[in-house]
Structures are given as C-alpha cells and as structure tokens.
C-alpha cells in the first residue's frame, strides 16, 4: 500500500510563527501537492510539486511557501502563521503517468494559529 | 459554472435504503473521474474510479455520462459504516510536463440512520 505520512496529526502555534508541516511517500510518486480543507470550502490547492525541485502555485499560495529537495519529501512552509491559517493541511502524491490512479492521501495536519 | 459541483446534502437515509449522488462537471475535454470517501476528520480516500461504461464494485454503483457532464454513485443497502462524505474527482485539465491535476467537489454528506 502506498503510504503519505504527515509529520504531525494536531499542532498549534502562535502567530507570527514560522511552522513547517512535513510529508513524505514511499511509492517513488513524482507529483505531490498540499492542500487546505476547511468546512464549506472543500478541498483547496496550495501548492504542488511534479519532480524536484519543481513546484507551482495552486489556487491559494499566498502566505506559503514549499519545498522539495527529494522526491519522497514535500514541505510546506507557513512565513508567519496568521490566524486564517487555522485549518486541516492534507498533504497528497501521484503518479505523473497514471492519471486513472488518482491520488493518495496522508492523515492530515490539523493546525491551530492562536 | 463551478468546475466540480455536488449537492453538498446532507443526505439521512434509513439503513438498507438505496441513495444516489450526482455531480456534474464543467469540462468537457475531462479525462478521469473518481469517487472519494472521506469519513469525519480524517482524510479522503479512493473509494472507485468510474469508468465510462459503468462500473461497479459490490454495493456501489458509479455512472459516467460524457454528452450531459456528469456522474453518478448508487449505494445500495446503505450500511451506518457508509455515513461519511463523499467526493466527487474529476482531472480537468493538464498541467504540462508530465503531470496532471485533479478537481475535487466540495462533497456531499451521507447520515445512515438506524
């Protein structure tokens, strides 16, 4: 079974913090991507990564940044949490060639900015 | 259009009802759609893919409708285990370099009641 671990399944920090949220996979997937999930807004993307070193914004990179300096390993990285940052971090990989795969998730990080 | 919309629900059916869930999509040129589970705080997981002449895996029932845009879930039997959210997953578009992307709907939520 494919596996996407999240380093942290609950964290709360402060604001004006620099918070790192770790993911990593074991099943050699080329992409991976970040997401927020919040209640009523769904899934969203922030960031994702289709080989190292390589990244792109999603629909709401503003506030993150992101790294990838081994395939298995995607960071995202919160400046200075904010309040509004408060919410559940999905992180997800695929393969790039298999499409009819789909993606596999981690557990979830859920932070809490106070 | 919303790329991706579901009927956000929440459905409650008694157990052993039969309940179907449509969505519909925005692009035409989408080549893969999925279904996805995703049980209360805890992360999405791949339930079926859909295939385009319908496929089916033991209770469930997916539907694939290209000329109107759409797909379909059918439970059967419906189980109190089945109350979760589902999504519904479709890859719209392509993002170049060997990679691909997936849309999420925000979900639709199922309650099986005793």
């Known amino acids: 079974d494919v596996k996407v671990t999240q380093s942290s399944r609950y964290l709360v920090k402060r604001t004006g913090e620099k918070v790192f949220l770790e993911c990593v996979q074991d099943?050699?997937?080329?992409?991976m991507f970040w997401y927020r999930q919040d209640p009523g807004l769904g899934l969203r993307l922030i960031y994702f990564s289709y080989d190292v070193k390589m990244k792109e914004k999603g629909d709401i990179p503003e506030g993150y940044s992101v790294s990838r300096e081994k395939k298995e390993r995607f960071s995202l990285i919160l400046e200075s949490a904010s309040t509004n940052q408060t919410s559940m971090y999905l992180c997800?990989?695929?393969?790039?060639?298999?499409?009819?795969?789909?993606?596999?998730f981690g557990s979830g990080t859920r932070l809490t900015v106070v | 259009r919303k790329e991706v919309e579901q009927d956000p629900g929440p459905f409650n059916v008694p157990e052993g009802a039969t309940v179907a869930f449509n969505c519909t999509y925005s692009?035409?040129?989408?080549?893969?759609f999925f279904w996805y589970r995703q049980d209360c705080r805890k992360e999405p997981k791949l339930l079926m893919s859909?295939?385009?002449s319908g496929n089916e895996d033991g209770r469930f029932t997916a539907q694939l409708n290209r000329a109107s845009q759409y797909i379909s879930l059918l439970i059967r039997d419906s189980k109190l285990s089945d109350s979760a959210t589902y999504l519904c997953?479709?890859?719209?578009?392509?993002?170049?370099?060997?990679?691909?992307?997936?849309?999420f709907g925000k979900g639709t939520k199922l309650s099986v009641i005793p």
């Open positions: 997800a990989s695929s393969y790039s060639d298999r499409p009819n795969y789909g993606y596999t």
């Open positions: 859909v295939y385009s």
């Open positions: 099943m050699d997937h080329e992409n």
């Open positions: 997953v479709v890859n719209p578009r392509y993002s170049g370099a060997g990679s691909y992307q997936l849309t």
């Open positions: 692009n035409s040129a989408s080549q893969s």
